[in-house]
């Protein structure tokens, strides 16, 4: 595979390392340092860049959203609770209306007072262009996170209305995604974002301390935080760019950091060996190929993509991985509640997938060319170059050539946002994405709902199709819980024997740690919790 990886990666990468070996010294055995896959520290003023990682480590650290994600169980499957808000009901009479019952005595990381009118404010930075507080940077994080909401008000100043443009059962987890920035402190700092970036205030378990562009983040706890079990323990958290996997793994075993996300799979057995902790668990995630649905696009064909996903060894990808991947039978895990009983059985048969492609037209003479946005690194990317190296070869095996356009994460983000027609995406037939796959709006209605193309959403393939529509109306309409999951298998089962995506593999969300490293619980989400962390004085 012929692939550049981005300059600016390695400078973040040896930035990072240069700072930390000259400072790791003087770190205080309360400290936690963690080194990230991206190549930047993620968009401080609430509605963070860099994807899931980014809300990782920069949204739900320092600040909350009016419903937040359960993150204390590694057992069980993460759900929703309250967050800034104590509660949240939809009108029996008109299900679009929603009330919001606020959390009393929050304070923002400055002092001031959260309430019901900075919750219009906050949506105001997202949603209303006019607004002297709109962000195009948190927009574009934000907007598309939360299609269903058409106003919103105060009702006093503990309530807050909002309504949805039609009944929507998802909303919930959509208000999720939706971070709460303090009005006070970015009036006190000029009305600027960018001054606001230096000196954010969120309600967070943790306060921003520095901000060193491309090089270390260092956050301390709120003890003032209104959940008390959650004021972290920590005397610091610091944050570094090192998109390079080797890299990583180089600063974990040099004692630069004491966390690693995503190690390079071969380097797990030796880790262990030396006595660093290997953390996994099942969480909601897929890692796939979207495909662009557009006029003359070869994935038109219900033969391509079958072919393509026919046309994958998935079992010797999990090889290649160190056994850190769980391979797909569909878009969703197998065993998943929304699995349901697809007829299209994704697995390896390369002579079926000849078959097809032959069917489809395509031969030695006239090869299917394909061509395809990825990432060299990235939030949940795993290990992109060989993982899309390896699918190189194999759908070579089966006389399809694959052409990679490499792109920084971010840049990715922003092709897979800007869509299939956008001239940012290159010409690309395909865009290797991973995916946040928690609930019903990000798992599903997000990536194939006719009306949620760009600039309206993250249909980046611009795939339409009224059954589909018809299933997710059905999924927003449906307010009892087990009866709404009886339609998302029905979405799921669609998705599947449609292929209406090429389905490689879920993650496993691996970690690698010092053994100083205590009290961590890995949930099932892709976020997680750092309060209970505390660093053992002994040990490596």
């Known amino acids: 595979m012929n692939v550049v990886l981005p300059k600016l990666g390695a400078r973040a990468a040896l930035a990072g390392a240069v700072l930390l070996a000259a400072t790791s010294a003087s770190l205080a055995q309360g400290t936690l340092r963690i080194g990230m896959t991206a190549s930047d520290i993620p968009l401080t003023t609430g509605q963070t860049d860099n994807g899931g990682e980014g809300m990782r480590f920069m949204g739900y650290t320092v600040y909350d959203g009016l419903i937040n994600w359960d993150l204390s169980s590694a057992t069980k499957a993460s759900d929703l609770v309250p967050g800034l808000a104590e509660s949240w009901t939809v009108d029996a009479n008109d299900k679009t209306k929603w009330v919001f019952k606020l959390r009393p005595g929050v304070k923002f990381h400055d002092g001031s007072d959260f309430t019901a009118d900075a919750v219009v404010w906050n949506l105001d930075k997202l949603l209303k262009a006019d607004a002297p507080q709109y962000d195009p940077r948190q927009s574009a994080q934000g907007k598309t996170r939360i299609p269903s909401v058409a106003s919103y008000k105060v009702v006093d100043p503990q309530t807050v209305e909002i309504v949805t443009k039609a009944p929507d059962a998802t909303l919930p987890y959509q208000i999720a995604w939706v971070m709460m920035s303090s009005p006070a402190q970015w009036e006190k700092l000029g ?3 960018d001054e606001f970036a230096k000196h954010p205030s969120g309600t967070g378990p943790w306060k921003l301390t520095l901000f060193a562009p491309r090089e270390r983040a260092e956050m301390v706890p709120n003890t003032a935080y209104w959940d008390k079990n959650r004021v972290p323990k920590l005397d610091k958290l610091v944050l570094v760019p090192l998109p390079e996997a080797n890299a990583r793994v180089a600063a974990l075993r040099s004692g630069q950091v004491d966390w ?3 190690p390079a799979p071969d380097a797990v057995a030796s880790l262990k060996g030396a006595g660093f902790t290997i953390v996994t668990n099942a969480y909601p995630h897929n890692w796939t190929w979207h495909l662009s649905r557009v ?11 079958k072919a393509v996903n026919l046309a994958i060894d998935r079992e010797g990808m999990k090889e290649l991985l160190g ?8 878009f969703m895990p197998p065993g998943h509640q929304w699995f349901g009983k697809p007829t299209f059985d994704v697995k390896y048969d390369p002579e079926a997938a000849k078959k097809l492609l032959a069917e489809a037209g395509y031969s030695t003479a006239k090869p299917l060319k394909l061509k ?7 939030s949940g990317q795993m290990q992109p170059l060989p993982m899309n190296e390896f699918v190189q070869q194999n759908l070579a095996d089966v006389g399809v050539q694959v052409e990679y356009q490499v792109v920084e994460w971010n840049t990715l983000i922003n092709i897979w946002r800007a869509g299939a027609k956008a001239d940012i995406s290159r010409g690309v037939s395909a865009i290797n994405y991973s995916y946040f796959i928690q609930d019903p709006f990000t798992g599903f209605i997000r990536h194939l709902q006719c009306n949620l193309a760009p600039p309206n959403g993250t249909n980046w393939g611009y795939y339409c199709d009224p059954a589909m529509d018809k299933l997710f109306d059905q999924v927003r309409n449906t307010f009892d819980k087990a009866e709404q999951e009886k339609v998302l298998q029905k979405v799921h089962e669609k998705y599947v024997d449609d292929a209406l995506f090429v389905m490689i593999t879920h993650d496993v969300n691996p970690r690698a740690m010092s053994p100083k490293v205590k009290g961590f619980v890995q949930a099932q989400n892709w976020f997680q919790d750092f309060s209970n962390i505390t660093m053992a004085t002994a040990g490596r």
């Not at 006029?295 to 993509?305: A, F, K, L, Q």
């Not at 395809?372 to 990235?378: H, L, M, W």
């Open 191 to 193: 009305k600027s974002w």
């Open 260 to 262: 690693i996300e995503a």
């Open 295 to 305: 006029e003359g696009s070869p994935w038109n064909d219900i033969r391509v993509r």
């Open 323 to 330: 056994g850190l991947a769980i391979p797909a039978k569909g």
């Open 372 to 378: 395809v946005a990825i990432s060299a690194s990235g």
